[in-house]
T-cell receptor
Framework: DARVTQTPRHKVTEMGQEVTMRCQPI?????VFWYRQTMMQGLELLAY????????DSGMPKDRFSAEMPDATLATLKIQPSEPRDSAVYFC?????????????????FGPGTRLTVT | GNSVTQMEGPVTLSEEAFLTINCTYT??????LFWYVQYPGEGLQLLLK?????DKGSNKGFEATYRKETTSFHLEKGSVQVSDSAVYFCALGGATNKLIFGTGTLLAVQP
């Protein structure tokens, strides 16, 4: 049963520290999404990759956040320096998009999330 | 712009009760519509979807019909179980690469 995996599942860190979250998308999927979920803001799209190329990171605070896909089996989301307001659950999702049809037309498979607490 | 509005929760029901969670949307063109479910401590998972007007998506006893005339995609289930307790998200896709989620509706089913 193919699943998206995320590590770590939980992370507690102090303000100012670097945080790296990792995601392994489902093998064969060509789209990867990073979301942040909080009670106040709900689900926010942070970044989106297709065929490993970053296509949209407009939802991400670029001064401290960065997202990369060093290869097809790994996506990373880094926060440096972290702040208490970054505390949230971060989800990675992957999917298989075809042709010119927008990726949002297809099912997204979510990982279990990384719960980040910044003190 | 495109948007999704779903009913505020929490929705509290007794087991075997009928469930409706309302979802309406605003969109140009012909979007795809989804219901995702999030169980406690887990990521979202697709519950059902519909890609064109009058399509009915169904899964695990849940149903939703894509109504273009009322711009709605209400989620229904005839008899809920305790195990259905979760947060349900209506979502709209297809206009851009970004999936637009509603705010989520918490469903609590009591035995």
């Amino acid at each position: 049963d193919a699943r998206v995996t995320q590590t770590p599942r939980h992370k507690v860190t102090e303000m100012g520290q670097e945080v790296t979250m990792r995601c392994q998308p489902i093998l064969g999927h060509n789209t990867v999404f990073w979301y942040r979920q909080t009670m106040m803001q709900g689900l926010e799209l942070l970044a989106y990759f297709r065929n490993r190329a970053p296509l949209d990171d407009s939802g991400m605070p670029k001064d401290r956040f960065s997202a990369e896909m060093p290869d097809a089996t790994l996506a990373t989301l880094k926060i440096q320096p972290s702040e208490p307001r970054d505390s949230a659950v971060y989800f990675c999702a992957s999917g298989l998009a075809r042709g010119a049809i927008p990726s949002s037309s297809y099912e997204q498979y979510f990982g279990p999330g990384t719960r980040l607490t910044v003190t | 712009g495109n948007s999704v509005t779903q009913m505020e929760g929490p929705v509290t029901l007794s087991e075997e009760a009928f469930l409706t969670i309302n979802c309406t949307y605003t969109a140009t063109g012909y979007p795809s519509l989804f219901w995702y479910v999030q169980y406690p401590g887990e990521g979202l998972q697709l519950l059902l979807k519909a890609t064109k007007a009058d399509d009915k998506g169904s899964n695990k006893g849940f149903e939703a019909t894509y109504r273009k005339e009322t711009t709605s995609f209400h989620l229904e289930k005839g008899s809920v179980q305790v195990s259905d307790s979760a947060v349900y998200f209506c979502a709209l896709g297809g206009a851009t690469n970004k999936l637009i989620f509603g705010t989520g509706t918490l469903l609590a089913v009591q035995p």
